[in-house]
C-alpha cells in the first residue's frame, strides 16, 4: 500500500494528524498559525516553563557547559547539572538513587526493558501511556491487560502468574494519575495487592509530579507509600516544565539501569541546560511558592469543574477530558473551540480508544479566572447542556 493510500485511509477515518505551527508563546497564551489563542493543551501546570529562575537556570548552565553534552555519560561522564538533578530527584523520590533519560519515553522504554525479560510477566492497566506498554513488548515478558482501575480482575491475573509462572519476577505497571483520563490509580490498594502476591509495582507518575503530594512529590508520597514501591518513574516535562525523564529506586537497580537500559548508554545525555532548569523547576515545586501555585492550580480545576457541573474531586485532577466518541465530532469540537481562540486538542485513536475520541482539556495555575470564564461560556456553546 502507498503512503499516500495510508494517509488517505487515516483521513477518511478522522484520523490524520497534521503539525500545526507556533510561532510564539508567552503565559498560557500562544500564536498558532497566526491566530492567538488561550492554551489549554499543555501539560506545563505549574507555568514552570517560563519561570524567570528556571529559565536562569538553563541560561547559566549554557554558558559554563554550552548547548549540547556531546556524548553519552558512559562516554565521556556525567556533567555537574546531572549529577545533581539525580540527587535532588532521589530526595524528591524518597529513594537510595535516580538516573535521568532524555525522554520519559525513553526512561519508561529503557528501564521496563532493562528489568524485564522472557521469563517474567508484566501486568498493565488498560489506560497505560504507550512508552509503558511499548518498554513491556519489548522486554519480551508475558503480558498481561487488566481493565483500567480493576482491581479484582488485577487479582486474578496475580493469581494466574503466580500459579503458572512461580519462579518469574511479576511486575504491574501502571501510572498514578492518568494522561488521557485525569483520574487516579487506586494506589493504596494497588500496592496492597502486589505486596499480597509478591509482585513489583513500576508507577509512572509523569503526570502526578508537581502537582500531588507534599511538596508536588506525586501521589505514592500523597499515600506515604514510596518505600513500597519498587520502581517510581516520573518526567522533567510536565508541570517541571522542561524536558527528560527519570527512575528512582535502589541504588543497585538505578546500577542496572546504568549498564543495562539501551536508551541511556546509547544515546548523547541530555543538554546540561535541561537538567539545570529542571534541578531549579524541582526547587520551586518544593517551595512556598510552588504550594501556592498548587493552590492556584487547584482553584482554576475547581472552577472549571464546576462550571461545567462535574462533581468536585478529593484529589484535584488537572486533565479534564470531554468525551464525545466519534472522531469527526471532536475534531468539530475543538474546531469550533479554536474559533473562540481556545486550543483544546481532539484526542483520538491511538491515543484513546476507538469510538472514545475527546477534547481533552488541560489547567495551568498560569490561568487567569476571566480565560476560564470565557471557556466555560464557550464549551456551554459548542456543548449545550454542559
Ligand atoms: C503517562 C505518561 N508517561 C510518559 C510520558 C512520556 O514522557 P515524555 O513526554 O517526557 O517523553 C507521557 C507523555 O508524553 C505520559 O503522559
Not at 201 to 218: M, Y
Not at 291 to 313: A, C, M, P, Q, T
Not at 337 to 357: K, N, T, Y
Not at 365 to 381: C, F, V
Request: hydrophobic fraction near 45%; charged fraction near 20%; aromatic fraction near 6%.
Amino acid at each position: 500500500m502507498s503512503y499516500e493510500t495510508i494517509l488517505q485511509e487515516l483521513a477518511d477515518r478522522s484520523l490524520l494528524r497534521r503539525l500545526r505551527s507556533i510561532d510564539a508563546v508567552e503565559g498560557t497564551r500562544l500564536e498558532l498559525e497566526k491566530t492567538s489563542l488561550t492554551n489549554f493543551a499543555g501539560n506545563d501546570y505549574l507555568g514552570l516553563s517560563q519561570h524567570p529562575v528556571v529559565r536562569e537556570a538553563a541560561i547559566g548552565a549554557i554558558d559554563r557547559f554550552g548547548l549540547g553534552a556531546a556524548a553519552s555519560r558512559l562516554i565521556t561522564g556525567t556533567l555537574a547539572p546531572h549529577k545533581f538533578l539525580e540527587e535532588q530527584l532521589a530526595a524528591f523520590k524518597g529513594t537510595e538513587a535516580a538516573i535521568s533519560f532524555s525522554s520519559g519515553y525513553a526512561a519508561a522504554v529503557g528501564a521496563i526493558t532493562a528489568i524485564a525479560n522472557r521469563q517474567d510477566v508484566v501486568i498493565l492497566d488498560k489506560l497505560a501511556h504507550a512508552c509503558l506498554i511499548d518498554g513491556a513488548r519489548l522486554s519480551g515478558a508475558q503480558l498481561r491487560i487488566f481493565p483500567h482501575n480493576d482491581l479484582s480482575k488485577l487479582r486474578e491475573i496475580l493469581e494466574w502468574a503466580n500459579e503458572h509462572y512461580p519462579s518469574a519476577k511479576i511486575w504491574i505497571i501502571t501510572e498514578s494519575l492518568f494522561s488521557m483520563d485525569g483520574d487516579y490509580s487506586p494506589l493504596s490498594e494497588l500496592v496492597g495487592l502486589k505486596d499480597e502476591y509478591g509482585a513489583n509495582l513500576f508507577l509512572d507518575e509523569a503526570h502526578a509530579t508537581g502537582v500531588i503530594g507534599p511538596g508536588g512529590k506525586g501521589l505514592a508520597a500523597h499515600w506515604g507509600l514510596n518505600q513500597r514501591i519498587e520502581v517510581q518513574m516520573g518526567t522533567l516535562s510536565k508541570a517541571l516544565g522542561g524536558s527528560g525523564g527519570f527512575i528512582a529506586s535502589s541504588r543497585a537497580l538505578i546500577d542496572l539501569l546504568i549498564n543495562r537500559a539501551r536508551s541511556f548508554i546509547f544515546s548523547t545525555a541530555p543538554p546540561p541546560a535541561i537538567a539545570a532548569g529542571a534541578s531549579a523547576a524541582l526547587g520551586i515545586v518544593q517551595s512556598a511558592e510552588g504550594e501556592r501555585l498548587r493552590d492556584d492550580l487547584r482553584r482554576n480545576i475547581d472552577y472549571v469543574r464546576h462550571g461545567l457541573r462535574f462533581s468536585l474531586d478529593a484529589l484535584p485532577s488537572p486533565i479534564i477530558p470531554l468525551i464525545i466518541g466519534d472522531e469527526n465530532a471532536a475534531l468539530e469540537a475543538a474546531k469550533q473551540l479554536q474559533q473562540d481562540r481556545f486550543l483544546v486538542p481532539a484526542i483520538r485513536f491511538p491515543s484513546v480508544s476507538r469510538g472514545s475520541a475527546r477534547l481533552r482539556l488541560t489547567l495551568s495555575a498560569r490561568h487567569s479566572s476571566e480565560q476560564i470564564a470565557a471557556l466555560i461560556s464557550s464549551l456551554q456553546r459548542v456543548f449545550p447542556g454542559s
